[in-house]
């Protein structure tokens, strides 16, 4: 079965920040990634996958990098709506495993 | 617009069954493969199970194979979750969710709100 480790598990950080949060997979899995926010009390919300674009509605500070095995969600300039846990998933191959989550928070 | 909607969930004892639902509507619902995903209090987001547009492909992670059946019913727009042989691990808010796309290997591009599960004795 494919892992995904996520980096750091933990982040804390200043509003105007650029944020890197890392996904390693234990396997190759192309671009097969989705990126999702979860904030406190609510549903997750898919960010984007991989080989698209963002998501309606997601804003443009986010961004996404790697293929294959590595790869990283990037937020370019923190703002106070983007405090949450962020969660890689891989849509390759059953089991379709979320990482373990990297939380932001404010420092 | 997309809803989801779960049902279902509550207080069970170990090795008891439970059946969860998800009425969905707002979309063409046998179009798209559906999932359950659980997050136990404080911890991650965890995939359960999925099913492709019409049920011909399924799939579940380890922990519930053997214990839990996904199924769905296109004229009802509803996925259902047979949660059989329950755990004190199986304690969880689940989550529906609707693919993005007929396979099991789109994004979870939408979700519920979650109906809560506790295994207790």
């Known amino acids: 079965d494919i892992q995904l480790t996520q980096s750091p598990s933990f982040l804390s950080a200043s509003v105007g920040d650029r944020v890197t949060i890392t996904c390693r997979a234990s396997q190759d899995i192309g671009n097969y990634l989705a990126w999702y926010q979860q904030k406190p009390g609510k549903a997750p919300k898919l960010l984007i996958y991989?080989?698209?674009s963002l998501q309606t509605g997601v804003p443009s500070r986010f961004s996404v990098g790697g293929s294959g095995a590595e790869f990283t969600l990037i937020i370019s300039s923190l703002q106070p709506e983007d405090f949450a846990t962020y969660y890689c998933q891989q849509l390759k191959n059953y089991p379709l495993v979320f990482g373990g989550g990297t939380k932001v928070e404010i420092k | 617009e997309v809803q989801l909607v779960e049902s279902g969930g509550g207080l069970a004892q170990p090795g008891r069954s439970l059946r969860l639902s998800c009425a969905a509507s707002?979309?063409?619902?046998?179009?798209?493969?559906m999932h359950w995903v659980r997050q136990a209090p404080g911890k991650g987001l965890e995939w359960v199970a999925s099913?492709?547009?019409?049920?011909?492909?399924?799939g579940y992670a380890d922990p519930v194979r053997g214990r839990f059946t996904v199924s769905r019913d296109n004229a009802k727009n509803s996925l259902i979750l047979e949660m059989n042989s329950l755990r004190l691990e199986d304690t969880a808010l689940y989550y529906c969710?609707?693919?993005?796309?007929?396979?099991?290997?789109?994004?979870?591009?939408?979700w519920g709100l979650g109906t809560p599960v506790t295994v207790s004795s």
């Open positions: 707002g979309f063409i619902f046998d179009d798209y493969g």
């Open positions: 991989v080989p698209s």
């Open positions: 099913i492709s547009w019409n049920g011909g492909a399924r």
């Open positions: 969710a609707k693919g993005g796309g007929s396979s099991s290997y789109y994004p979870f591009d939408f």
